[in-house]
């Protein structure tokens, strides 16, 4: 047994069995040790991008870390954007990041560079496996780490020469997720007496908070102290869906942020984090609560949520209430062009239960949420740390979290085109994936960020920099081009067959929505 | 004027006129100020690597810097991996990297990251623009040390609040690129001296020695003193073909490279640095040149290169000795199947004069470089870092800055999927680039990395990481979906007949070669 082995044989005993994974040269001795091991399932992504954020929605729907397998620190650096929106997420994560072997790193080789740098922003534990014996206890923390509460970023750096030096280290013994700390009960008795005041307040909502059961106790703690129950503006899971309790999220926009929280004189943060401006904008401030607005924080981050809302729940006294869950509802669809809030009601038609959907869609799918309270019940994933080009390397891990389900991607086209090559893992790993890409053939975003900002209509280096319709990016012959099956919609009709048949099969589909 | 009217028009002054762009909210005044000022073309990227990759294309080519427009750490952090190769080929770029207003830093907005431990290890110089006021000084010095020889990478970090806040300061004066520091005769002594030993001896080449001119030069000093003339194995540019000097590369393979210089006792470096194997391997030594070598380096890396060799031709006289120019060949075509070399010979035979090679080929282009010593003369630019996804991005920059000659991709498939939405700049900016797609549908490298380690034959899970077959990318498709015209060649014949095509009109096509 060789480090690599030690290392593959660590994660399979601590129950990581899934790697995703772009590997190079200097991990060849990993990739023959993953050649030896059947147990771990190896996930090519033709891109580290894909790779990092396959990883982050296989987290978010399986509860646990998948391993991921990048090469030195350009291979790393590809997959930080979603590192970052993983991180955001607070997504378990296991990152083996190849390196030089030891002696080599003087050299100052081509591809030698500062890999800690790089990976210290999104990542909550860096370290280096320096020598084969001490493979295992290196990787075993670096797993520790990934898996305390509420999920971590690892990043394991392996040097090429403790993969390939043999050893005589035995595999440690399985290691239990650490479990999180026990709620504080003097912030519970706190938030209690604080939501017993009669003020205009916010509980407002993220992380496990989001869970079907755990949204059903805050409702009913909401409804016995008259607080409004509210989830964070961007969650990394999020149950809905009829029979569950509908929550409206902090408005992505400064101007309606501020607005719903107006009146607002406590928030109590339940795995949430004070709301503030997704960016700053000239005169506006940054904290979105108002001034004097009171918050309580019911936990610090490592502690058991679930176990909070509980004591919380029984210090309110909810007994006699029930929570207040929504019903199958289904809007009209209008006729003829589409539009996305045609999508969003016919998705409200069509999405079959315990869908997973994948939402980066940014200006297109704003409808969605709303519209959707009433649909079949499914989990909402989203954006969470504004790097785009993550919705169809996040469906792809989803989907291989949960491979009985179906994953609806909402994406837009700009965002989409940063990791197109996901698609590819769609095809290859014959996953259970429909996208709808919303083909507006622009920056949208952008375009309504220039306006605010009092440049008027756009000029010629503005419309180079935003638009997208010169070339139009034809979807359909894109995801054909990697093996996808794909068609394209203009009508609401015409989309509505589009996604019966999508949803009457499993495999990879896409529909390109003109909107 | 704002503070961001300032950065542009400082830019301007010192002549940085083209933007490579992917712009985000907090960049919206930079791009309003940049809408502005018709005089900066900007020129957008789908994908950050598309974005820095092109403005490394464009410094090889125009020998000056241009700006990149980049969102925030995950924007910056896309673009990582092919700014470690423009910092390997010395190119000088001046990114610019919008990071919140300083105001809503400490609020922890979701896209808020560590941008200084980002960009170190891959930039020369990083600093901040903090105020509207001292965004002029600040960009100069950018651009100062980004402009200082060889070639640097600058990183300014634009806060929204400084870029969008009035400003009355002026415009600094234009600054002049910083002169190279002279050639160190004491230097230039020892490298006479020692080409005069009558020993064994290499003069490895790289940088600015590899201009046509340099090259005469040093193939004539080379002749005098009965010294080998090699070039670096990988080099942001090199002057090659029919009446240029022809060098030889360090081979890539560590086996070959060691018997290279196995009888070698002494290398004079020019602009090169001593050879190191691209990775270690086991019981191989980092360094491929034997032990008690003696290596002399002719000039500190801020040296004028281009004084230090006319110094050096000086003191080992050559006058009367001629260069050995190559002539113009033309390689015997095989016939039928399409293949590596055959691709080789028919690029021999049609690249027009003045071509720009951009290789990012990886294992199937090792011919191209043989074959093609007499052909039209041609700039030879190459993966510099070893962090793939460089092939289109560096095509599109290239094409910028020489509109007027015909750029050549050879381009490997799996390397090709990192920053395929190059694609797509390439046809909105009608871009003179000929892609040739080797397909041949794996890692081949890799592959053979792994037959290295003697993992023998590979199993499902090495498979499943290193083959591209299942299902198989359809590059036509692909190119067409983004606007590029394409078409396959599976023989020799289909593939000249489809070059010719591409070369007898302006505009990108792509080749999909099926090797």
């Known amino acids: 047994m060789n480090g690599a082995d030690l290392l593959c044989e660590t994660l399979l005993a601590d129950g990581i069995d899934i790697c995703f994974a772009n590997p190079g040269t200097s991990e060849m001795h990993f990739v023959a040790a993953l050649d030896r091991q059947p147990r771990m399932r190896c996930i090519l992504g033709l891109f580290e991008g894909v790779v990092t954020g396959a990883a982050d929605?296989?987290?978010?729907?399986?509860?646990?870390?998948?391993?991921?397998?990048?090469?030195?620190?350009?291979?790393?650096?590809?997959?930080?954007?979603?590192?970052?929106?993983a991180r955001r997420a607070r997504s378990p994560i296991v990152n083996v990041v190849g390196d030089h072997a030891v002696d080599h790193l003087p050299f100052d080789a081509p591809l030698t560079s500062d890999i800690e740098s790089l990976a210290k922003p999104m990542s909550h534990w860096v370290g280096r496996a320096e020598t084969a014996d001490g493979i295992g206890q290196r990787t075993q923390e670096a797993i520790r780490a990934a898996r305390s509460a509420p999920g971590h970023i690892s990043t394991l750096i392996l040097h090429a020469d403790a993969a390939?030096?043999?050893?005589?280290?035995?595999?440690?013994?399985?290691?239990?997720?650490?479990?999180?700390?026990?709620?504080?009960?003097?912030?519970?008795?706190?938030?209690?007496?604080?939501?017993?005041?009669?003020?205009?307040?916010?509980?407002?909502?993220?992380?496990?908070?989001?869970?079907?059961?755990?949204?059903?106790?805050?409702?009913?703690?909401a409804s016995r102290t008259g607080a409004r129950l509210m989830a964070q503006q961007s969650n990394g899971r999020m149950h809905r869906g009829a029979g569950r309790v509908s929550v409206d999220r902090v408005p992505y926009v400064i101007d309606k942020a501020l607005a719903a929280f107006r009146e607002t004189e406590q928030v109590v943060l339940v795995g949430a984090r004070t709301p503030v401006g997704f960016?700053?904008?000239?005169?506006?401030?940054?904290?979105?609560?108002?001034?004097?607005?009171?918050?309580?924080?019911?936990?610090?981050?490592?502690?058991?949520?679930?176990?909070?809302?509980?004591?919380?729940?029984?210090?309110?006294?909810?007994?006699?209430?029930?929570?207040?869950?929504?019903?199958?509802?289904?809007?009209?669809?209008?006729?003829?062009?589409?539009?996305?809030?045609?999508?969003?009601?016919?998705l409200a038609h069509h999405m079959p239960p315990d869908s997973i959907v994948c939402d980066e869609s940014v200006s297109s799918g704003r409808d969605f949420f709303n519209v959707t309270h009433g649909a079949e019940p499914h989990d909402f994933l989203q954006l969470t740390g504004g790097a785009i080009g993550i919705g169809l390397p996040l469906a792809a891990g989803a989907a291989i979290a949960c491979p009985d389900r179906k994953v609806v991607v909402l994406q837009a086209d700009g965002s989409g085109m940063y990791t197109v090559q996901a698609l590819w893992t769609h095809a290859r790993e014959r996953l259970?994936?429909?996208?709808?890409?919303?083909?507006?053939?622009?920056?949208?975003?952008?375009?309504?960020?220039?306006?605010?900002?009092?440049?008027?209509?756009p000029g010629r280096n503005a419309s180079r920099m935003l638009d997208l319709d010169d070339p139009a990016i034809d979807w359909v012959s894109l995801a054909q081009?990697?093996?996808?099956?794909?068609?394209?919609?203009?009508?609401?009709?015409?989309?509505?067959?589009?996604?019966?048949?999508?949803?009457?099969?499993?495999?990879?589909?896409?529909?390109?929505a003109a909107i």
Chains 1, 2 share one sequence.
């Not at 509860?63 to 620190?73: C, S, V």
């Not at 289904?330 to 006729?335: A, L, T």
């Not at 919303?438 to 209509?457: K, M, T």
């Not at 794909?486 to 509505?496: K, L, Q, S, W």
Request: proline share 8%; charged share 20%.
């Open 164 to 221: 390939w030096t043999e050893t005589r280290a035995s595999v440690p013994t399985p290691s239990a997720p650490p479990s999180p700390a026990a709620p504080d009960g003097a912030r519970i008795a706190a938030a209690a007496r604080a939501l017993a005041l009669g003020r205009n307040t916010t509980i407002l909502a993220s992380g496990r908070a989001l869970r079907e059961e755990e949204l059903a106790l805050l409702d009913r703690i």
């Open 481 to 512: 081009s990697m093996g996808v099956e794909a068609a394209r919609a203009e009508t609401v009709e015409t989309f509505e067959d589009l996604l019966k048949i999508a949803f009457s099969r499993p495999g990879p589909f896409l529909i390109e």
């Open 57 to 85: 929605g296989y987290a978010r729907m399986a509860d646990k870390p998948a391993a991921t397998l990048l090469h030195l620190g350009p291979g790393l650096a590809n997959g930080l954007a979603n590192l970052h929106n």
């Open 279 to 346: 960016f700053a904008y000239p005169g506006k401030p940054s904290s979105m609560l108002p001034e004097g607005c009171v918050v309580l924080d019911l936990t610090d981050e490592g502690a058991d949520l679930s176990a909070a809302i509980r004591a919380l729940a029984d210090e309110v006294g909810i007994s006699g209430i029930a929570p207040r869950l929504g019903v199958r509802h289904r809007p009209p669809v209008p006729q003829g062009k589409l539009t996305p809030d045609a999508i969003a009601a016919v």
């Open 432 to 457: 259970d994936i429909c996208t709808i890409v919303f083909s507006n053939r622009r920056y949208q975003i952008l375009l309504g960020e220039l306006a605010n900002v009092g440049a008027g209509a």
